[in-house]
């Protein structure tokens, strides 16, 4: 079984899944930017071979450099963790005739507007909206839309360019702040709680599926920087709260044509109890979502993926023991951190429930909120019970204060 890995050592995560591709019993042939000579140690042993490439996200000069690279030599599979490349992947297997999904469903999995013009067309909840390219179309889909909404970038992440309007200013405000933007999406702005919607597919059947509440929701947690952000998976996702959001997630795969490999929606759910799609990625959750997924249930999805994507099996339990919060933490203050209060006490506090503490140490740079989810590091802690793990979590939102001054 020989693999192409699209970035197989950025981001840092995607070591871990080179690994998992190893353990497996793959020969893995990494592909990336990071300098062959530069490769972290933790990650040489698993590869077969290295190609590091001059520029990742130019599709045309990868796709003929990988293929120089591997000469005539077959391969088994062309696979990718990383939003910016499922489609370079999804081309590389096509034009070398590999199994998997084509670049007409990656697709799907990519552009804001197609995915929902897809969920809709099989009659799925999803928000009123509109493809825009320019001023005039964007206030067209205003008029037609109404206030509140919301404007995103069609391929973005991380709630980058994403303005909600409240009334005309605010849109005139967000059209002059996304200039830069060639091609949105301009939706209906949907009330409620916000979730994930996470799976691990064997030809989009969910072999494992996971539930994450967002406290606050993405948006909010980008515009405010003095929120600490809170994500708890939830143990108990077969309560019916949820059984909205897991039949809408369900029928979304099967309407975007999911094959092999990891997905991550994001669904909210309304004061009425209605479930509506956000958004959907082929690809696993960012933010150390998969290490929060793993923690829920004491195994190796890492490795799991790896398995499916290979052999088309799933081995580890699906059973949930654990509620996992991670908290991201931000400091106080700009340049260097110079000291963390509070961690002692919410440590003692929280004993043997602590699974990760990786908060930035005094003497190290902050990092830009904006531009990072993973602010300046994290905490992160489980239990069984959910009102248990969320009181932990927000003991270290609220306990734990990190200063840069
Ligand atoms: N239609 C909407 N209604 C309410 N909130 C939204 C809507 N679309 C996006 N958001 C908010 O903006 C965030 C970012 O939008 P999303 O579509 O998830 O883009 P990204 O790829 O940047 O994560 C979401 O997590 C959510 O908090
Ligand atoms: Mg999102």
């Given amino acids: 079984m020989r693999v192409v890995f699209l ?36 990650v040489r042993r698993y590869l077969t071979d290295y190609l590091a490439v001059p520029r990742l996200m130019d599709e045309d000069d990868v796709i003929q450099r990988v293929s120089g690279w591997l000469g005539g030599k077959t391969i088994d599979r062309v696979l990718s963790n990383w939003e910016p490349l499922v489609l370079l992947a999804a081309r590389l297997r096509e034009r070398w005739g590999m199994p998997g999904m084509s670049v007409e469903t990656v697709r799907g999995f990519r552009d804001k507007e197609l995915m929902k013009e897809r969920a809709r067309a099989a009659g799925l909840r999803v928000p009123r909206s509109s493809r825009v390219r320019t001023e005039a179309q964007v206030r067209a889909a205003a008029e037609e839309i109404g206030f509140p909404l919301i404007l995103k970038p069609i391929a973005g ?24 933007v060639t091609e949105a999406s301009c939706e209906e702005y949907v009330e ?45 996702m077969h309560a019916p709260k949820f059984a909205g ?22 669904w909210f759910l309304t004061p009425k109890g209605e479930a509506v799609f956000g958004e959907i990625g082929c690809r696993p959750g960012g933010a150390h979502l998969v290490d929060q997924m793993n923690y829920t249930s004491d195994i190796d999805l890492f490795r799991e993926w790896a398995r499916v994507a290979c052999w088309g099996s799933f081995e580890a339990p699906t059973a949930r023991k654990y509620n996992v919060g991670i908290v991201f933490k931000r400091a106080l203050g700009r340049g260097r951190i110079t000291r963390i209060e509070g961690l002692r006490d919410w440590l003692r506090q929280a004993g043997p429930w602590v699974v990760e503490e990786a908060l930035l140490r005094p003497g190290t740079p902050r990092r830009n909120w904006k531009n990072t989810l993973l602010s300046d590091g994290h905490v992160v802690v489980r239990h069984p019970d959910w009102d248990e793990a969320h009181r932990l979590s ?3 939102a609220t306990g734990i204060k990190l200063y840069a001054e």
């Avoid at 019993?25 to 933790?42: C, I, N, S």
């Avoid at 059209?175 to 830069?180: A, C, K, N, Q, V």
Wanted: hydrophobic share 35%; with cysteine.
């Fill in 157 to 180: 992440a991380g709630s980058a360019d994403t303005y909600r309007c409240r009334d005309q200013a605010e849109l005139e405000s967000a059209i002059r702040l996304t200039r830069g």
């Fill in 245 to 266: 959001g897991l039949a809408l997630g369900r029928n979304i795969l099967k309407a975007l044509g999911m094959g092999d490999g990891f997905t991550h929606m994001e």
């Fill in 394 to 396: 927000f003991a270290a």
């Fill in 7 to 42: 970035s197989a050592v950025y981001p840092p995560e995607m070591k871990q899944y080179t690994r998992g591709l190893a353990e497996v019993g793959a020969e893995v042939y990494g592909v990336g930017d990071t300098p062959r000579d530069a490769l972290p140690k933790d």
């Fill in 192 to 236: 409620g709680e916000e979730f994930t919607y996470d799976t691990v597919c064997i030809g989009g059947k969910p072999a494992y599926e996971n539930v994450a509440s967002y406290l606050p929701k993405p948006i909010e947690a980008r515009s405010v920087e003095w929120i600490s952000p809170v994500i708890i998976t939830v143990r108990d």
